[in-house]
């Protein structure tokens, strides 16, 4: 497989005008690939250049699994088991389900596109050079989890937990973002300017090394006051 890793919104992934470096983007070009066999999910399997076109996949056992230039297209993960599993140069395409469990698990140059989840299990995980893009993420468990080089394009992520992680390069691009949870998160040269909607509901003063615009500075003026213990007053 040729891939080509390409630089964010900032053109590299050195910093830009206003010291921000750039998320560095996964561009995948999979091999040709060989239609999955329809058998169940094996835990510690290993799936080289497999595609697994809608595919029901609902309450397998794929933990510890390896998934390697393949492509994953409607599938239906509801309760599927990937703890501790690799994706790998991957691309996960129209997926959806609810309660997927990806704890622990490791994401590297993998494009998630247009996805419908709820409720997936994703603390612990190591996420690097990924791109979500489109779709609905509902309650998205990212605790502990240690996110680098990762896009967040055109979607929307409705309470989202971040708590414990650990962000460096991470962007969020036209997205939606309500109710998220950094209490006890790490950031590191993480592009907030591009949510379109940015509610925090918890950890607001765990924006050290975030960058917004002045809009959106304003509209979290309110909780950044209530977090120091400024009463404003008329």
Known sequence: MARKVMGGTGGSAGPGRTGVRAA???E??????????GRELRPDGDYDGVEFREADLAGQDGAGA?????ALTGCVLDETRLRRARILDTVLSGIRGVGTDLADSMLRDVELLDARLGGTQVHGAVLERVLVRGGKIDYLNL????????????CVLVEPDFGGARLERVEFVDCTLKGADLGGATLTDVDLRGAVTLEIAR?????SGAVLSTAQLLDLAP????????R???
């Open 223 to 230: 909780v950044l006051a209530a977090q120091l213990g400024i």
């Open 143 to 154: 605790r502990t989890a240690r996110l680098k080089d990762v896009v967040f394009e055109n």
């Open 28 to 37: 995948l070009r999979l091999p040709p690939l060989a239609p999955y066999d």
């Open 232 to 234: 404003i007053q008329d």
């Open 24 to 26: 560095r983007r996964p």
């Open 203 to 207: 950890g607001v003063e765990r924006l």
């Open 66 to 70: 390896r998934f390697m230039d393949c």
